[in-house]
């Protein structure tokens, strides 16, 4: 059990476009999910916190109108990035939560061109 | 915010060896997870450890939180334990640094 499935896994986009990621809980409902970046060869940074039906929690440095966050059920969160530019290339990962810890999604490899 | 600290941050080990990982953070948490970042970056979880010592199979973790530090032992590598390794804490999940090990044959 505990499966999340992250989708893409790899997407190229060009500049000044806007990219959906999809993060589902396959057989677990998660109120709470999180979303993380990784720069190559770098650790994961928290981006913002998600929670069914309400708006998502932003970390100070993140931009909210740039990075589109909708939990719209217990078991799907969607990751916006709207106009993307060279710099957004990264690693994106997902992560839904239950009592057993903490289950992450295989990630998603942005390259904006 | 938590730091969260991880030593080595690079490890070359032989097929067989064992290794000893550490992460140190610097205030109390409620949770610690560790996790194996493989090559094609899934992240697997490990152990969810705020304390105590847990064993699986050839890998196990210890907490110690009065101290603010957790170890995670792998015993007899493989090299398809390569990778890196990621400890978290609290209910965010602040990273650590990360140790990349790497086995060879």
């Known amino acids: 059990g505990a499966v999340v499935s992250q989708h893409p896994s790899w997407v190229i986009c060009k500049s000044g476009t806007s990219v959906k990621i999809e993060c589902r809980s396959l057989?677990?409902?998660?109120?709470?999910m999180f979303w993380y970046r990784q720069f190559p060869k770098q650790s994961l940074m928290l981006m913002a916190t998600s929670n069914e039906g309400s708006k998502a929690t932003y970390e100070q440095g993140v931009e909210k109108d740039k990075f589109l966050i909708n939990h719209a059920s217990l078991t799907l969160s969607t990751l916006t990035v709207t106009s993307a530019h060279p710099e957004d290339s990264s690693f994106y990962i997902c992560?839904?939560?239950?009592?057993?810890?903490?289950?992450f999604g295989q990630g998603t490899r942005l390259t904006v061109v | 915010g938590i730091q969260v600290e991880q030593s080595p941050p690079d490890l070359i080990l032989q097929e067989g060896a064992n290794s000893t990982l550490r992460c140190n953070f610097s205030?109390?948490?409620?949770?610690l997870q560790w996790f194996h970042q493989n090559p094609w970056g899934q992240l697997i979880n490990l152990f969810y450890i705020p304390s105590g010592t847990k064993q699986n199979g050839r890998l196990s973790a210890t907490t110690v939180a009065t101290e603010r530090y957790s170890l995670l032992y792998i015993s007899s590598s493989q090299t398809t334990d390569s990778g890196v390794y990621f400890c978290a804490v609290d209910e965010k999940l602040t990273f650590g640094t990360g140790t990349r090990l790497t086995i060879i044959p």
């Open positions: 057989d677990f409902q998660a109120t709470t």
């Open positions: 205030d109390s948490v409620n949770n």
């Open positions: 992560s839904a939560r239950d009592s057993r810890g903490a289950f």
